[in-house]
């Protein structure tokens, strides 16, 4: 079976973490991660089935105004990635993985 992801891309570190916390407790979904797109973009990835995607995202768009400042950039759900996005992006899920299974990839500092 194949899951569903969802994205969320925000401004800000603090923003992404709320929306990463509020997906994962709202729905029974599998945070991927959080991919550093650009200098404070950072995109949330989950999976799960469509239905608790669905939730998990809504849950997350909701929780952007808890955060001072926090801005939504873009969010998106594919119900049923092909198998070949499975391999180029960090989102292969496993049942036997039900928890972080990436690193938070934050951008370098400006300053040495």
Request: aromatic fraction near 6%; charge should be negative.
């Amino acid at each position: 079976m194949t899951l569903a992801l969802g994205m969320v891309e925000v401004y800000g570190v603090p923003t992404a973490l709320e929306v990463g916390d509020a997906m994962c407790k709202a729905a029974r979904i599998t945070l991927v991660g959080y991919e550093n797109t650009d200098l404070g973009r950072l995109t949330v990835l989950i999976r799960g089935n469509v239905g608790e995607v669905n939730v998990a995202v809504t849950a997350g768009l909701k929780s952007i105004a808890k955060v001072n400042g926090g801005e939504l950039l873009s969010y998106h759900i594919i119900p049923r990635p092909h198998e070949n996005l499975e391999y180029a992006l960090p989102i292969h899920h496993s049942q036997n993985v039900n928890n972080f299974n990436s690193d938070i990839n934050f951008p370098p500092p400006l300053s040495p």
